[in-house]
């Protein structure tokens, strides 16, 4: 060690490691630029030394901001609300800050975010993104991306899986004597919503079971409430709705009238945010783990976003899936067949 009477220097460190000063800078600035050995002896003299070198300068030598991005189709929507809270608060424990930006469900105003922000960020997170695959290909090309909901090729990817939970969905409904059921999609620009609509057309054919959809739709109670009418014209007994919002729309208005959720008609969302507890009854639904996917796209980030460029531009990317899990609550029942 030093003397306690100052401050170890860069040029302690390469007296030790038996290189020159511009190689200290170089390893923990440009380590790609160092040879291994090199490396090795350097960290290890810094560390028997214990010096630390200037954050700040070391930043702007590599180039980094210490800042993640974080892209959100609709900031009130309470199905982000955990994911913001979880990786605001893991983002905070790893040094860094957080940026998050609201795309008020627009591909064009996500794009002009994304841009806005890449200068100014490590990396990024988008959640559910409405860009086109290829704006995502070309966001991740600039900058470490993780795409949150679903695989895009190209882009690292967490995948929040829901298609077995809404197999099982329909299974259960049809168990309970349900034939006929209602499926009110997602906007159309949400590339989730078409995901989601391929599987449960595909459930409902291999099941037998009539499926009569409404949509797409925007994401707001409004639009579960405004299809009431035509479902119960249409004889269907159950629906199942793209969200927790629309549904929780959907049981409010069926309620007014007078009608009972699930007596009369049975009703399930997906993403198992706040509303479906604070629905009445209470929302059975599919839940989707938004907020580990969030920090799961984080923990991805931040094993790259220290690397040299050239290391991260030859990484492969990679999908991480997360399984989604059926939340039984209390507006679903059997359907009584009349004999």
Request: hydrophobic content about 45%.
């Amino acid at each position: 060690m030093t003397s306690s009477s100052r401050t170890p220097t860069i040029k302690d460190v390469a007296a030790r490691a038996a290189v020159s000063a511009s190689t200290v800078s170089r390893a923990f600035s440009r380590p790609d630029m160092v040879a291994e050995a090199a490396y090795q002896r350097v960290m290890k003299a810094a560390e028997e030394l214990g010096y630390q070198p200037n954050p700040l300068a070391r930043s702007l030598a590599l180039r980094r901001t210490g800042n993640v991005g974080l892209i959100l189709p609709d900031i009130a929507n309470p199905y982000f609300t955990p994911l913001v809270k979880q990786v605001q608060r893991r983002t905070r424990a790893l040094g860094r800050s957080l940026l998050v930006a609201d795309t008020d469900q627009s591909d064009v105003v996500e794009n002009e975010l994304a841009e806005a922000l890449i200068p100014q960020v490590d990396g990024l997170i988008m959640a559910s993104p409405r860009s086109h695959p290829e704006a995502l290909r070309g966001f991740a090309a600039r900058v470490p991306t993780v795409v949150v909901g679903f695989p895009v090729e190209g882009v690292r990817s967490v995948i929040l899986r829901t298609r077995p939970q809404m197999t099982e969905t329909l299974t259960r409904l049809k168990h309970l004597n349900h034939y006929q059921v209602a499926w009110l999609r997602g906007p159309r620009e949400a590339a989730v919503a078409d995901e989601r609509d391929r599987f449960m057309r595909s459930a409902a054919e291999e099941l037998g079971i009539s499926l009569l959809e409404w949509g797409p739709m925007p994401i707001a109670q409004e639009s579960g409430a405004a299809v009431v009418d035509e479902l119960l014209e249409s004889g269907a007994t159950a629906a199942v709705a793209f969200n927790d919002q629309i549904a929780f729309g959907l049981v409010t208005e069926l309620r007014h009238r007078g009608l009972g959720v699930p007596g009369d008609v049975s009703v399930i969302g997906i993403d198992d945010s706040i509303l479906s507890r604070l629905c009445v009854p209470a929302l059975t639904t599919i839940r989707v783990p938004i907020a580990s996917g969030g920090l799961e796209a984080l923990e991805a980030l931040d094993a790259v976003m220290n690397l040299p460029e050239r290391r991260i531009a030859s990484l492969r990317p990679v999908h991480t899936v997360i399984s989604s899990e059926i939340v039984d609550r209390a507006t679903v029942a059997v359907r009584k067949v009349q004999r």
